[in-house]
């Protein structure tokens, strides 16, 4: 099964948005798989935002992401890389659509809600990055074939 890695930022775990984030998903019909609240290193926070290491913002966004707790998850379902990019709606709050995590909770682009991996390249790369297999179940669920 497709598998991707969401986090909720500091930002939205602050704002106590964990439980609307994760109602979402499981509302859609995706399965949560793996699910912890930590404190993001520096280190990982580095790797993990490895991509944008030139651009002028990459510290603001280490700081950022290493300021507070997240909540880091592993969600799995038919489509989920490319679905959940769509839930969570575009980069910058201020674009994202109305009915999208980031437009309906985001104001401005340092702060904006969650993270999600863009495809199945940077799904693989960052579930490994975050977790460990053992961290990752995978269970039954019967409504899996009713969605
Ligand atoms: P996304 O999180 O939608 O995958 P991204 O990978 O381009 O977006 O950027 C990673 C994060 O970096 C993004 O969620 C917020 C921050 N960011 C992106 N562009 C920014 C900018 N122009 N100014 C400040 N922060 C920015
Ligand atoms: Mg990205």
Do not use: C
């Amino acid at each position: 099964m497709e598998k991707t890695f969401i986090m909720v930022k500091p930002d939205g775990v602050q704002r106590g948005l964990v439980g609307e984030i994760v109602a979402r998903f499981e509302k859609k019909g995706y399965q949560l798989v793996g699910a912890k609240l930590m404190h993001v290193s520096r280190d990982l926070a580095e790797a993990h935002y490895a991509e944008h290491k030139e651009r002028p913002f990459f510290g603001e966004l280490v700081d950022f992401i290493t300021s507070s707790p997240v909540f880091a998850m592993v969600w799995a379902g038919e489509g989920v890389i490319g679905t959940a990019r769509h839930m969570m709606g575009k980069t910058n709050p201020k674009e994202a659509d109305l009915g999208t995590i980031r437009g309906d909770f985001g104001v401005s682009v340092g702060m904006n809600i969650v993270h999600g991996s863009d495809s199945a390249e940077s799904a693989e790369r960052e579930l490994s990055l975050w977790f460990k297999e053992e961290e990752v179940t995978s269970y039954a669920k019967t409504l899996n074939r009713w969605v």
